[in-house]
C-alpha cells in the first residue's frame, strides 16, 4: 500500500523552476531515500508533502489525504525532523519532549525515547548546553515521539561523529522494524546505501532515476577497476588480451585493470596460468557515487546552477 503519492509535483519561487514533474511513491513500511546534491529540490519536495509549502502543480497525497487540507488530520499521524529546527536556548530535553509530545493524541512514552537516543543524562540540560550531536539526537526523538506513521527525517547524521553515525543507523532501522514508514533526506551516498529500500535520485528538479540503491550501482555501465601489486615480473599483453578488459595502466607499483562484465575472475585466471603471484588484490565496486555521475554527466558535489 502506498503511504505517499506524488504525481506530477512543480513548484516556483518567482521565475526559479525548482521542481518539474516530480512523481513517486512511498509504500509502506520502507525507508525512501531522497538523495540528491544540494539545490536539487529535495527540501522543496519534502516540505511540499508535509504540508508546509503549497505547490503549484500536480497533486500530493499522504495517507489518502491531501497535505494542505488534510493538514490538521495528517499532523498527528506524520513526525517530522525540520532541517535547521531550532528550540528555545533554555529549554531543557525533557521539557521539549513534554512539550512536543503535548501536540499528538496518542505519543510514545518520551522517557523511553530518552533512553533509546542515548539522552537520559541529558534529561535536564538546557537545549543551548547540548552538543551538536546530542542536539541532533533531539530532534530526531522529537519526530518521533507522536509515535508517527510516517516520519521525515531530514540530513539525518548531520554533526554526528562516525560511531554516533553507526548507532543512528542502526536506531533507524529499528523504527522500520515497527512499523514506521520513513523518508529520509540525504546527500551522503554510504546513508542512503546503508539504509534505504528505495531511493530517487533528484538533479535539478527532477528525479532522474528511482529504485533500490544496488539496482541503481549494477545499472552504472562503466569500467570496473581491479587492482593489484603483482609479486613477479608482468608483460601487461598478458592481461589486455583477456576477454572483458578494457586497459592495463600501472599505477606505482601497482597494476590497474579497468574491464567490463566477468573480467575480474578471468584475470585471475590469467595470472594463475602464467604463475605470478600477487598482493593487495582488491576489485573497486561501482558506488552510488558512480551512479549519480552515469546518470547526470556531473560529479555529486557540484553545485545546482
Ligand atoms: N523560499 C525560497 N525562495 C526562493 N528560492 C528558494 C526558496 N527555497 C529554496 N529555494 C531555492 O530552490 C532551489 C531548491 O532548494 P531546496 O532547498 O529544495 O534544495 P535541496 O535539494 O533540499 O538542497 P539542500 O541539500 O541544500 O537543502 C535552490 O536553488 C534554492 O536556493
Known amino acids: 500500500m502506498a503511504v505517499i503519492e506524488v504525481a506530477d509535483l512543480s513548484k516556483r519561487y518567482g521565475k526559479l523552476h525548482v521542481l518539474n514533474g516530480v512523481s513517486f511513491s512511498v509504500e509502506q513500511g520502507e525507508i525512501f531515500g531522497i538523495l540528491g546534491p544540494n539545490g536539487a529540490g529535495k527540501t522543496t519536495t519534502v516540505e511540499c508533502v508535509e504540508g508546509l509549502r503549497r505547490p503549484d502543480g500536480g497533486s500530493i497525497r499522504v495517507l489518502g489525504l491531501d497535505p494542505v487540507r488534510g493538514g490538521r488530520e495528517l499532523s498527528h499521524q506524520v513526525g517530522v525532523q525540520l532541517q535547521q529546527s531550532l528550540l528555545p536556548e533554555n529549554l531543557k530535553v525533557w521539557e521539549a519532549l513534554d512539550l512536543y509530545a503535548s501536540f499528538y493524541d496518542s505519543p510514545k512514552d518520551w522517557r523511553e525515547l530518552l533512553e533509546e537516543w542515548g539522552l537520559a543524562d541529558k534529561r535536564n540540560v538546557r537545549f543551548g548546553t547540548l552538543s551538536g550531536g546530542q542536539k541532533q539526537r533531539l530532534f530526531i526523538a522529537l519526530a518521533l515521539v507522536g509515535d508517527p506513521k510516517v516520519a521525515f527525517l531530514d540530513e539525518l547524521t548531520t554533526g554526528l561523529d562516525p560511531a554516533a553515525r553507526r548507532a543512528t543507523w542502526e536506531l533507524i532501522k529499528q523504527v522500520r522494524a515497527a512499523g514506521v514508514t520513513v523518508v529520509l533526506v540525504s546527500h551522503y551516498m554510504d546513508e542512503v546505501e546503508e539504509l534505504c529500500d528505495r ?37 601487461d599483453a598478458v592481461l589486455t588480451g583477456v576477454p572483458g578488459v578494457v586497459s592495463v595502466t600501472r599505477s606505482g607499483d601497482q597494476v590497474v585493470v579497468a574491464g567490463r562484465g566477468d573480467f575480474a575472475g578471468a584475470v585471475t585466471s590469467a595470472l594463475a596460468r602464467e604463475r605470478i603471484p600477487v598482493a593487495e588484490l582488491r576489485i573497486e565496486r561501482h558506488t552510488l557515487e558512480d551512479a549519480f555521475v552515469a546518470l547526470t554527466g556531473r560529479t555529486f558535489d557540484s553545485e545546482e546552477s
Open 199 to 235: 531511493v530517487a535520485v533528484f538533479d535539478r528538479g527532477r528525479i532522474v532515476a528511482l529504485d533500490t540503491p544496488s539496482n541503481l550501482v549494477s545499472a552504472v555501465d562503466a569500467d570496473q577497476h581491479l587492482r593489484f601489486r603483482p609479486l613477479a615480473p608482468l608483460d
